[in-house]
Structure formats: structure tokens, C-alpha cells
């Protein structure tokens, strides 16, 4: 692990100034990375700062943060709204593609931008905000007239910086929903701005009296601090129940060292590796991205070298909103008459059913 070596900051980083003269961007770069911070929004936080190697180019947490020129780069392929919520969106704020689950999006800002986000188009101080309070009553009285919507998934943005206040009277909307009886979080406060986690906050997480997740979003080991164990610790010791999320970037994990190791840093904090995602096809994003078949040797790497614990779901999210897909490792390949060559994690191949010697 690198130590940290960058000047610790008081407050979060919300400009390609403030990042520069947090030593953070060299002074040649910074007139033309402020062209991207006019575009995407841009804030690191204290913790992800003091996380982040200056002196080394290719910082694996700078990489996720910090505004890169290759984000003036637009494939045709990339999207504005890579994964379809518009399509999905009854009413504002509401996402519903699968039929017993909607997306929440009470609010469009982060502690932190990534680079990579796949609404980066909608997040940020001049993103879509957050709900008033009558499309609020409107998402809630989407979701009351739904009997089939059995989970509530907040998102955004990141619900975890709302205050507990704001948070809990969500929650306690939810409490009155009968047929709601799952709701989930997605976050990455946890990990980028762990002092959020406190008694209060997890209050309002569980005001709804249901059963509540927590899907943290962590990209690389090193996010894992001794701040950031804590705050997963208070989450789990709280009866919440903890799964993870993480997007698989070039330069940042795409590795199996680094992938296992952050895996096994989920399962020894109690996180259950959940969905590892392809990245989306955000716009300026395609320095972060690697090919399928390269995500899929990844995972079949991961197979057998760590805990059966430690392997996420490799996903891709099918764009223009047809919903995630299962992309998992190719092992296994029909030879015809039933029988198969399989492929094992060291790459060595077998025939199934074996043949009789
Ligand atoms: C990803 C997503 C979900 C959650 O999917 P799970 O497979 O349950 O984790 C729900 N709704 C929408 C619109 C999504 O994009
Ligand atoms: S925390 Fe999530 S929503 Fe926010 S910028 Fe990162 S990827 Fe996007």
C-alpha cells in the first residue's frame, strides 16, 4: 500500500482549482482540465485526498477522481443516458424496468464524482437536484399504487448525504408501505466520507422498520481505511445487512491482484461481493474501459484463486434501459454429442465427462 502523501485537506475538493492547489493537478494541466470541471462535476473528499499518491501517474484512486483530458474524448457508442433510466421513468425520480423493484432517486449529488459515473450527465450542482417535495409525494404515491413493487432502492447521487433528518422522513414514508419490504441503499459515503456513519444516520436508515441493505460502492482496496472499516462495521453491527458494488476500470483494478484483494477486503469487513460491473458506456469515459473478454478472464481468474466468498456477479447493464445481464467468465463449451471442454482457473482445459481410461 502506498503511504498517503498528499497535503490532508480540511474540506472536500469541488473544482479543478481547488485540486490544484491541493497539489493534486500539476499547474501545467489545470487550464485544460477546467474545460471538463465546466462539464462534469467534480469533488473529492478528505479521505479519498489524503488516499491519493501525487507523484504517481497512475494512482489508482486519482484515476477514479481526479478529471483526466482523455474525457474530451466522445465515442459515437457513448451516451448521455447509458443505462435507459428515461426510459424507465414514470414519474420524476422514479426508475422502474424490473416489476417488483423501483429506483428512488431522491437526490443527484455525490460526496465524490467518479470520473466514470453512468449519470454523470444527471449528477452534480448542475445536475437534476434534488426532488421537491410534491414530486416526492409523487414518487410515493407511485410506489403505494404499485402492490407489486416490493423493494425500494435509493439511489441517485447518493442518498447518504442527505441528513439524517431529510433521510428519515423517506423512511418513515416507507414504514407505511405494506407491500414494501425490502430497502436498499446505494452508497459509497462508507468508504469516501466514513465520519457520515453515525448513530443518527443509521437511525434513519432503519426508521422504515423493514429490512434494510446497504450496496457500498468501492473500487480498489486501498478505499478500505481504518475509518472506512469502522463506519462498515457500524452498519453491520446495526442489524444492516451489507452487499457490494464495484465498477471494473481500467487502471484501477484490472487486475486480479488488486480485483482479490478487494474483494477479500468486502468479505473481511462483511460485505458479500454483490455485482462487479462492466463499465457503461458514459461519455469521456473510454480511457476507463476494458474489453468483455477481458473483464471475463478477469472473474475466471478470480474463480478458485480467492474464497467462493469473494466472487461478484459480473454484470452488464444493456443500453437503451433493457436491463442488466449476467455477463460471468466463458468456462464451459459445447463439443457437440454431449460432451464439453471446460476450463479451469489456471486456464487448463477438460474434457466433461471425462474419458474413461
Ligand atoms: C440496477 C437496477 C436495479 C437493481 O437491480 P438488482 O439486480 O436488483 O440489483 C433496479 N432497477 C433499475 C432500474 C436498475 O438499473
Ligand atoms: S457515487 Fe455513483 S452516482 Fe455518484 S458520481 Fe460516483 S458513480 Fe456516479
Same mark, same amino acid.
Given at each position: 500500500m502506498n503511504a498517503p502523501i498528499a497535503q490532508p485537506v480540511a474540506r472536500s475538493l469541488k473544482s479543478v482549482e481547488d485540486l490544484h492547489f491541493a497539489?493534486? =493537478?500539476? @499547474?501545467?494541466?489545470?487550464?485544460?482540465?477546467?474545460a471538463i470541471g465546466d462539464h462534469y462535476a467534480v469533488a473529492v473528499t478528505p479521505a479519498m485526498a489524503a488516499l491519493i499518491d501525487p507523484t504517481d501517474v497512475n494512482d489508482p484512486i486519482a484515476r477514479q477522481f481526479i478529471p483526466d483530458a482523455a474525457e474530451l474524448t466522445r465515442l459515437p457508442e457513448e451516451r448521455d443516458d447509458p443505462i435507459g433510466d428515461g426510459a424507465h421513468s414514470p414519474v420524476a425520480g422514479i426508475v422502474h424496468?424490473?416489476?417488483?423493484?423501483?429506483?428512488?432517486?431522491a437526490v443527484h449529488v455525490c460526496p465524490v464524482y467518479c470520473r466514470f459515473c453512468f449519470r454523470r450527465e444527471m449528477v452534480g450542482p448542475q445536475g437534476l437536484g434534488t426532488l421537491t417535495l410534491s414530486e416526492m409525494d409523487a414518487a410515493f404515491t407511485y410506489i403505494a399504487g404499485h402492490p407489486e413493487i416490493w423493494e425500494v432502492i435509493l439511489t441517485g447521487g447518493d442518498p447518504l448525504v442527505l441528513s439524517p433528518r431529510r433521510l428519515r422522513a423517506i423512511t418513515e414514508r416507507l414504514a407505511a408501505i405494506e407491500h414494501i419490504? =425490502?430497502?436498499?441503499?446505494?452508497?459509497?459515503?462508507?468508504?469516501?466520507?466514513?465520519?457520515?456513519?453515525?448513530? @443518527?444516520?443509521?437511525?434513519?436508515?432503519?426508521? @422504515?422498520?423493514?429490512?434494510?441493505?446497504?450496496?457500498?460502492?468501492?473500487?480498489?482496496?486501498?478505499?478500505?481505511?481504518?475509518?472506512?472499516?469502522?463506519?462498515?462495521?457500524?452498519?453491520?453491527?446495526?442489524?444492516?445487512?451489507?452487499? *457490494?458494488? *464495484?465498477?471494473?476500470?481500467?487502471?484501477?483494478?484490472?487486475? &486480479?491482484?488488486t480485483l482479490a484483494a478487494l474483494m477479500r477486503s468486502f468479505v473481511e469487513n462483511r460485505i458479500k461481493p454483490y455485482y462487479l460491473h462492466h463499465p457503461?458506456?458514459?461519455?469521456?469515459? *473510454?480511457?476507463?474501459?476494458l474489453s468483455i473478454e477481458e473483464g471475463q478472464a478477469l472473474v475466471g481468474a478470480l474463480r478458485g484463486r480467492v474464497s467462493g466468498l469473494c466472487q461478484p456477479t459480473y454484470i452488464l447493464d444493456i443500453p437503451g434501459?433493457?436491463?442488466?445481464? &449476467? &455477463?460471468?467468465?466463458?468456462?464451459?463449451?459445447?463439443?457437440?454429442?454431449?460432451?464439453?471442454?471446460?476450463?479451469?482457473?489456471?486456464?487448463?482445459?477438460?474434457?466433461?465427462?471425462? &474419458?474413461?481410461k
Open positions: 497539489g493534486l =493537478i500539476a @499547474s501545467e494541466d489545470a487550464p485544460s482540465l477546467a424496468r424490473y416489476p417488483d423493484r423501483v429506483l428512488l432517486k419490504k =425490502i430497502v436498499r441503499f446505494h452508497t459509497r459515503v462508507p468508504v469516501v466520507e466514513p465520519a457520515r456513519v453515525d448513530a @443518527s444516520l443509521i437511525e434513519a436508515l432503519k426508521a @422504515s422498520g423493514k429490512a434494510v441493505y446497504v450496496a457500498l460502492h468501492a473500487n480498489h482496496p486501498r478505499e478500505f481505511t481504518e475509518d472506512a472499516r469502522r463506519a462498515c462495521a457500524r452498519l453491520v453491527d446495526a442489524g444492516i445487512v451489507m452487499v *457490494s458494488q *464495484s465498477v471494473l476500470l481500467k487502471g484501477v483494478n484490472d487486475d &486480479v491482484e457503461d458506456l458514459a461519455p469521456g469515459t *473510454s480511457h476507463l474501459r434501459g433493457h436491463g442488466k445481464t &449476467v &455477463v460471468t467468465a466463458t468456462t464451459i463449451e459445447s463439443q457437440g454429442g454431449g460432451c464439453y471442454t471446460v476450463t479451469d482457473f489456471r486456464g487448463q482445459e477438460h474434457t466433461y465427462p471425462p &474419458v474413461a
